[in-house]
């Protein structure tokens, strides 16, 4: 699948940024009743869950949530900084760097966690479980010449 046309352009940032702010409003109201399953692309036929990460602004200190697929391991929730193939990292993804100590919401449950970006074997352990969860991902990684960072959400 070839890259789509505007995807790294400003309004396509912008129009995400609405549309989430959008979804974290249904999903907090309803307790992921409604938002809490992806269902575009290769998640039409097999919806994909969906958590609220919460983040913190690594310099304005402003807080923020933003919906995320994701991928239960264990005790672990995965989460993938991919922002749908752009060439840079999510804005959620440098924010959570800087203050990895956070919180995420699944359906109605909220859990203290601490994040971090796999390493290369777990990445290498994970990156198929996540394709085949959300078949999307492979294309996003032709997309884009950075490697797509996977982040792990551990329980604290």
Known sequence: MDKPAGLNAP?????????GRAHVACYRRTGG???GRWRVGAALRKPVPILLLDHVGRTSGA??????????????????ASSGGMDRE?????NLMAHP???I?????VRKVH????????????????????????SYETWTDREIPVVICEPR
């Open 105 to 109: 919401q699944i359906g109605s449950t």
């Open 115 to 138: 994040a971090r970006t796999a390493g290369a074997t777990e990445r290498a352990r994970l990156w198929p479980l996540l394709v085949d969860v959300y078949a999307d991902f492979a």
């Open 33 to 35: 009743r409604i938002g």
């Open 101 to 103: 100590d956070t919180s």
């Open 11 to 19: 309004y396509a940032r912008t129009f995400l940024k609405y549309l």
């Open 63 to 80: 807080p923020y949530t933003t919906p995320l697929l994701h991928l239960r391991d264990g005790q672990d929730a995965i989460v993938v």
């Open 90 to 94: 999510p804005q959620w993804y440098r």
